[in-house]
């Protein structure tokens, strides 16, 4: 018999916060930190929390990617991804309310591989679908577009 897995499960997360700039967060057996740069009065241990929503989407990108990839039985060769990402730094710098910090993002899959542009677009249709931090970002109203493209 079969065991199911749970389809809604809750993550919890007890993070410390030793400067202003720096939070340290437990997941797994790792130490996730998310800090600020030094000209920001950060100690730059790591990315911030804008730069950590970019790149979970780049990362999420390949991830789902590969995993829709490989169900439908096409080799994406090597990958890389390039983001080009709109933020509206307004709100962060406490000059206005923004409802939109990251108006547009681009992403652009480029895929070394014996594939087809087909293949490698059929690919991004399904990640589209799959992907829960491009949902967030679309939720939240930014225009993202993620270009599948084959290289030589």
Same mark, same amino acid.
């Given at each position: 018999?079969? &065991?199911? @897995?749970?389809?809604?499960?809750t993550?919890?997360?007890?993070?410390?916060?030793?400067?202003h700039?720096r939070?340290?967060?437990? !997941?797994?057996?790792?130490?996730?930190?998310?800090?600020e740069?030094?000209?920001?009065?950060?100690s730059?241990?790591?990315p911030?929390? +804008?730069?950590?929503a @970019?790149?979970?989407? &780049?990362a999420?990108?390949?991830?789902?990617?590969?995993?829709n990839?490989n169900?439908l039985?096409?080799?994406?060769g090597?990958?890389?991804?390039?983001?080009?990402?709109? *933020?509206?730094?307004?709100?962060?710098? @406490?000059?206005?309310?923004?409802?939109?910090? *990251?108006p547009?993002? +681009?992403?652009?899959?480029?895929?070394t591989?014996?594939?087809?542009?087909?293949?490698?677009e059929? !690919?991004?249709?399904? +990640? #589209?679908?799959?992907?829960?931090?491009?949902?967030? *970002?679309?939720?939240?109203? +930014? #225009?993202?577009?993620?270009?599948?493209r084959?290289t030589?």
């Amino acid at each position: 018999m079969a &065991i199911k @897995m749970k389809s809604v499960v809750t993550y919890r997360a007890s993070a410390a916060c030793p400067t202003h700039a720096r939070t340290e967060i437990p !997941v797994r057996d790792l130490n996730v930190v998310i800090d600020e740069p030094l000209e920001r009065g950060g100690s730059n241990l790591g990315p911030s929390p +804008t730069e950590a929503a @970019m790149t979970a989407l &780049i990362a999420c990108t390949n991830v789902i990617g590969h995993k829709n990839a490989n169900r439908l039985g096409i080799d994406l060769g090597e990958v890389t991804i390039d983001a080009d990402c709109k *933020f509206d730094r307004r709100g962060v710098l @406490m000059e206005e309310e923004i409802d939109l910090p *990251f108006p547009a993002i +681009t992403l652009t899959v480029h895929c070394t591989t014996s594939a087809s542009q087909e293949d490698l677009e059929l !690919v991004g249709v399904e +990640t #589209a679908k799959y992907c829960a931090i491009a949902k967030l *970002f679309e939720a939240a109203g +930014t #225009a993202l577009t993620v270009n599948w493209r084959k290289t030589n």
